[in-house]
Structure formats: C-alpha cells, structure tokens
C-alpha cells in the first residue's frame, strides 16, 4: 500500500522533471497532448484515449520566443513557446491553447509558425449573452 508521503514524493518528482514523466507516457506507447494554462478541457482529451498534460513554462531565458512575443506579454506564454522551439515537447501529438485571453490566442497562432512539428488546437469557449443572466453578467464588467 502507497503512503501518503511516497504519493507527495512522486508527484514532487514529476513536478519538478515534467520532461521525464513525458518520455515515460512516450515508452508505454501513449499519445500525450499538451494543455496550455489554464482550462484546457482534459476531460475532452482523456475520452478520445490521449494523456492530457500540463504545458510547464519554466524559469529559463528566453531567446527564440521574443521574435514571436513583445516583452510585457505573459511570461508563462513566452516560456511555453521557448520550450516547443527548443524541442523540449517532443513527442508529445498536439498542443491544445484556450483562447481566453490576448496573450494566449497570440500563442497558438504564433506556435503555428514557431514549432511547425506539433500541431495546435485552438479551443474557444462559447458566450451567451442573451440570457437575462447572462446579460447582467456582461453588463456587470463594462
């Protein structure tokens, strides 16, 4: 039986060695897909059979991401696209990016030039503002 502590240990590891836990889905013949920050529908990825994982941006120096990005923009979104044209996903089948905000809508179009060997799925979320609810609710942030 797992203890709680050799539970925490293991998720401590792959925390902190993503890269690792990616090549072992690879050797067991799985097809992991990346999920950008942060609601990536997972639920959607596990029912077609695929491993659902966490994109991990990094504390790393960017380089190649600036000719895609300017400055002020997310430094998770920069970090993220850092590491795809590094290489560091390799082997993973697709990238999923939610289109939520600027910042992450400007990252799946530039992954399409930047890392031409993964593809990336853009997902956008519905709005229904025609509701009473939903009416209110829009009318409460302008």
């Known amino acids: 039986m ?41 639920e959607l990825i596990h ?21 895609y990005f300017p400055a002020f923009i997310c430094s998770i979104m920069q970090s993220i696209l850092e590491l795809g044209i590094r290489g560091e996903y390799s082997g993973i089948s697709a990238i999923v990016v939610p289109s939520l905000c600027d910042s992450l809508k400007c990252l799946g179009q530039n992954w399409k030039y930047a890392v031409k060997d993964i593809p990336f799925i ?16 829009y009318k409460s942030f302008i």
């Open 47 to 67: 029912s077609m059979g695929l491993v659902p994982m966490g994109a991990w941006g990094g504390d790393i120096e960017l380089k190649e991401s600036k000719k």
């Open 122 to 137: 853009p997902v956008t979320y519905p709005q229904n503002r025609k509701p009473d609810w939903g009416e209110r609710t």
């Open 2 to 42: 797992t203890t709680l502590n050799e539970l925490l240990e293991s998720f401590h590891e792959i925390a902190s060695s993503p890269k690792k836990q990616l090549d072992a889905y690879l050797s067991q013949g799985k097809k992991v897909v990346a999920c950008v920050p942060v609601y990536t529908p997972e």
